[in-house]
């Protein structure tokens, strides 16, 4: 069997093997042209597919970059090993600015707007609030088109200019500590305490396709969460299970979260 046939076997069962494909034609591309082959934004998910994939061709490497230090989604670049050069990650930003005295805006919001002129989502990588607005790294090539046709977001009028990606600031993340006792390990229960909602609204919220687990669609409301698991749901941010921490008295499970909005 092949290491493309291994691959594609492993990631069907997820349904990641479209993914998972390209990926695989990227790292064999770039043994072919013996240089690199760069990949569409992924997310922390995306980005384990593309090591699995490196690890099944010795001879590539495996380089990201999103931006900035610290970026949630990134690009990789599937290096072949003699190559001496540095891989052109055709990354740009651009910075929106919105005045605050009349507007809010969110990263929904943003995304919104973006993708409503036709943009896939695979070419724009992490979206930065704060400030007066926001800093959207995207690819290069289309950064000029969006730039000259985003005019509002909402129902916030905007101007984008370029910035240099040196100049993109660190995402202002707020941090809420959760520790709460919960029935079970389910993903609608945990998500609840994490969220502040109750375990039928959440559960709609699942049933609803708003919820994913390691940036996967959730399975349902009673997939099994375990420690390291985020949780991230539509326009609520995303909440980490960095600890579970034992059982009470009562027969319930200690958990420790962190919510980052």
């Not at 000259?148 to 809420?176: F, H, M, Y």
């Amino acid at each position: 069997m092949s290491e493309r046939e291994k691959i594609l076997r492993f990631y069907r069962a997820s349904g990641e093997s479209d993914l998972a494909a390209r990926l695989v034609d990227l790292a064999e591309g770039a043994l072919k042209s013996r240089r690199y082959k760069v990949s569409e934004f992924l997310d922390p998910f995306g980005y384990s597919i593309a090591e699995t994939v490196a690890a099944h061709y010795p001879r590539v490497k495996l380089e990201a970059d999103g931006g900035y230090q610290g970026a949630e989604r990134v690009r990789a670049a599937f290096v072949e090993e003699d190559f001496r050069g540095t891989p052109d990650f055709e990354l740009a930003a651009l910075a929106a600015e919105v005045d605050v005295r009349y507007w809010s805006i969110s990263h929904r919001d943003v995304l919104g707007a973006v993708l409503a002129l036709g943009v896939k989502r695979e070419v724009v990588g992490d979206i930065v609030m704060g400030g007066r607005g926001c800093q959207i790294v995207c690819d290069a090539a289309l950064a000029g088109f969006i730039k000259d046709n985003l005019r509002k977001i909402g129902a916030a009028p905007v101007e984008l200019a370029p910035i240099a990606l040196a100049d993109i600031a660190p995402r202002e993340e707020k941090v809420k500590e959760i520790r709460a006792t919960v029935a079970s390990l389910r993903l609608d229960t945990i998500a609840a305490a994490g969220y502040g909602t109750s375990r039928s609204q959440m559960t709609e919220e699942i049933e609803a396709a708003k919820v994913k687990v390691n940036w996967q669609d959730a399975k349902g409301p009673a997939q099994t969460i375990k420690a390291g698991d985020v949780i991230s749901m539509r326009g609520r941010g995303r909440v980490e299970v960095v600890e579970i921490l034992g059982q009470t008295k009562k027969g319930r499970t200690s958990i420790y979260l962190k919510r980052f909005i």
